[in-house]
Every structure is written in C-alpha cells, then in structure tokens.
C-alpha cells in the first residue's frame, strides 16, 4: 500500500494525514471546509476537490467526519453519486474511523460496492492522540479487510482492538466507551464547582485527584483544563461529546438497557452546548460555575 486519503482534515483528520505522511505514505485529502484544506498546506498532503478525487487516488481512505449523514455524502456523494465507491479501485479499502450510529455503519457496507472492503474503526485519543499518532482504534471487519487496512492503521495509532468481524461492532464499542467518558467528564467538572466553592485551591484537588484512584486521563485533563480556565481551542469541542452520547443512548434505548449516568452526563453536555455553542467539553462546568457564582484556579 503506497497511497492513503483522509476525507475530513479537521481536528482529528489533520492528525491522520499528518502521520501517514510521516510514515511514507502518498496522502491525498479533502474537506468542504476551504481553510481546514488550506492549513493542511506545507504538510505533504495532497489536497483534493472532492471526495471522489481521493478515492481516484487512493488504495486506503479514512472517513473522518461529524456524523452518519457526513458519512454517507462522502462514501456515495450527496445525490448517491460521486463519492469513494465510485471512484476507489477493486480491492480498496475504507476506513470509517467517524463516530456514528451503529445501525448507520451497518447500512453504508450493505450499499457499498462488493469489490471493496470497509473496516468500522472508530478512534479514540482527541486531537493529541491524532497528533501524536497515538490514537486507539476498535475495529471490525473480514480478516480480508482488516489486513488490507492494517498499514494505514498502524501509522495513525498506539494500540489497535480488533474488536469484531462483523461492521457495526467497532461502532458499538465504541458508544460503550462514550458513555462511560462523558460520565467521568461531567463527575470530574462537578467536583471543580464544590471544590472552587469550599475554596479549594485548584491545584491541591488536580494533586489529590491524579493520584488517588479516580485519576485517569479523562479525569486530569478536565481538572487541569479548569484549573488553566482552558475552555476553548483544546481539540475536544462539546459538540462532539454531545453527539457521541446521543449515540450511546440511542443504542440503548435499541437495546433496553437503563443508562442513568450517561444520561445525565448527555443533558450537562446539551446545557452546555447551548449556553456555549462555540466551546469545548470544559464549558459543561461553566454551568456549575455560573450557578454557583465561581469557577476552580489554581
């Protein structure tokens, strides 16, 4: 495999591109957005005009995108034409490292072309993980897929879980993370409102917490984000967690099975978003914050 695309260079999808690059790769992108193009500029990606374009070019293409809809127009173009499967010769295969529903990863390998191969790989690790190209991935797939895929994804990540063989299941797995993630936020953001309000210097709390048992990258990075009153620009926007946990509790609800945490985690985040549309994950604790009347420093 010489040739590799990634169709969303955005937050995440930079970080793709960049390290297949570094791992000698031919990396070819596209995104609508014209100025996530433009700061791909001066990196060695090989900037496309559509979709298709990729897929022309391209033995591997990761899909790195919002949503399942997103998903869709990129794989089959927005009219159900001009996408990768119109383009991506026999062989091929697609990545869909995006985060989506898992009933919509599996309708997009029902409709896919049978001479190309799909591996539902889902990432987590946020913006440092893509950067550093230490992301975990959970996929699933044929074992012919997943050997095709495995270059691409050996370039982009620190640990791969082979989680299935079957689309869907990567996706699956991953909402199971999601929900737990979003819960340790949201517990984590909280604990900065009581301990700002009893006077607590924020640095003694991120001390006792990253050391103690309930200190893990998820709970250090909210503390310390707090702590820095780092809202903005951290790679991590709230829009997304919002989304992921709208998934978790979709699938849920499929399944019958009662989340009550992660549900409240999904409204913190909805309170968030709405009051904070342009922030990040850490505006969920302006919310304590604005009702208590301060905020965590250090």
Do not use: W
């Not at 070819?28 to 070019?57: E, Q």
């Not at 390998?109 to 987590?124: G, Y």
Request: hydrophobic residues 45%.
């Amino acid at each position: 495999m010489k040739s590799v695309g990634v169709c969303g260079v955005g937050d995440m999808g930079s970080g793709l591109a960049k390290n297949l690059v570094k791992a000698g790769f031919d990396v070819f992108g596209y995104d609508p957005k014209p100025h996530r193009a433009a700061d791909m500029a001066g990196f060695g990606v090989t900037l496309c005009n559509s979709n298709a374009a990729v897929g022309a070019a391209c033995e591997a293409v990761f899909v790195m995108v919002m949503n399942g809809d997103e998903a869709r127009d990129v794989i089959f173009g927005a009219d159900g034409t001009g996408g990768l499967a119109s383009t991506m010769p026999d062989g091929a295969v697609i990545l869909l490292s995006a985060t989506i529903k898992p009933r919509e990863a599996v309708e997009l390998f029902a409709d896919l072309p049978e001479c190309l191969h799909m591996v539902d790989t889902p990432v987590s690790g946020g913006r440092p993980g893509a950067d550093g190209g230490t992301l975990t991935l959970m996929s699933a797939g044929s074992d012919a897929a997943l050997a095709a895929a495995k270059p691409a994804m050996e370039a982009i990540s620190a640990t791969i879980h082979v989680v299935g063989d079957e689309i869907g299941q990567g996706q699956t797995v991953k909402a199971c993370l999601q929900s737990l993630i979003g819960s340790i936020f949201t517990g984590a953001f909280e604990a900065t409102g009581l301990a700002a309000k009893a006077g607590v210097p924020g640095q003694v709390l991120y001390d006792v917490f990253s050391t103690s048992a309930a200190g893990c990258g998820i709970t250090n990075a909210a503390v310390g984000t707090v702590m820095a009153r780092t809202f903005q620009d951290t790679g991590s926007h709230i829009n997304t967690m919002h989304k992921d946990l709208t998934i978790s509790l979709d699938l849920a609800m499929e399944l019958g099975v009662p989340l009550f945490t992660a549900s409240t985690a999904m409204q913190l985040f909805q309170a968030g978003r709405t009051k904070y549309p342009d922030g990040d994950n850490q505006m969920v604790a302006r919310i304590t914050e604005d009702i208590i009347g301060t905020g965590l420093k250090a």
